[in-house]
C-alpha cells in the first residue's frame, strides 16, 4: 500500500510549513488536526501525524508503539513502509481516517487513556453525546 497519497503529502508539508512560518513570525505555533493514521495491523502500535518535513520522509505527531505511553515526536514513514510483517503485512494507512480534534487534544487523550485506540474511542463516544466512559484524571 502506497503510505501517502500526494493529497495527502500536500496537507502534511502545509501543517509544517505554517508551523515554521508562526515560529519564525514569532506566533503561536499552529495546533493541526492529525492528517493521516497510520497502523500494525498485528498489534497495537498506532501514528497520527501532522506535518511532514522537507526530507520527505520526517513525520511530526503522536505515536503510540503499544506501551501505553503516547509521545509527540517524530517518525520516519521510509522505516515504517519497510516494516515487514508476518502473512507479508506491514505499516497500513486508516483509509477513512477523519478527525476534527487538534493534535493537543488527542495528546492529552490518548495519554490519560493509555493509548491512541483507547482515545480515539473515548473521542467518538464524547462526540455521539458523551454516552461513553470519562476521559480518566490526569497523573501529573
Not at 38 to 63: H, K, R, S, V
Not at 68 to 92: D, N, Q, T, W, Y
Not at 119 to 130: H, I, K, W
Request: glycine share 10%; aromatic share 10%.
Amino acid at each position: 500500500m502506497i503510505l501517502l497519497t500526494p493529497e495527502l503529502r500536500f496537507a502534511l508539508r502545509a501543517n509544517d510549513i505554517n508551523r515554521r512560518a508562526a515560529a519564525i513570525g514569532g506566533q503561536t505555533e499552529p495546533d493541526p488536526v492529525p492528517v493521516v493514521k497510520f497502523f500494525n495491523p498485528l498489534g497495537a502500535a498506532t501514528w497520527l501525524a501532522t506535518e511532514l518535513y522537507d526530507d520527505d520522509d520526517t513525520l511530526f505527531g503522536l505515536a503510540d508503539l503499544g506501551f501505553g505511553c503516547p509521545e509527540l515526536g517524530v517518525f520516519s514513514l521510509s522505516e515504517m513502509a519497510s516494516v515487514r510483517l508476518p502473512f507479508g503485512m506491514g505499516i497500513e494507512r486508516d483509509l477513512p481516517f477523519e478527525s476534527i480534534h487538534p493534535i493537543s487534544t488527542w495528546a492529552e487523550w490518548a495519554r490519560r487513556a493509555g493509548s491512541i485506540l483507547w482515545a480515539e474511542t473515548l473521542l467518538r463516544r464524547a462526540a455521539r453525546g458523551g454516552d461513553g466512559p470519562e476521559l480518566p484524571p490526569s497523573g501529573g
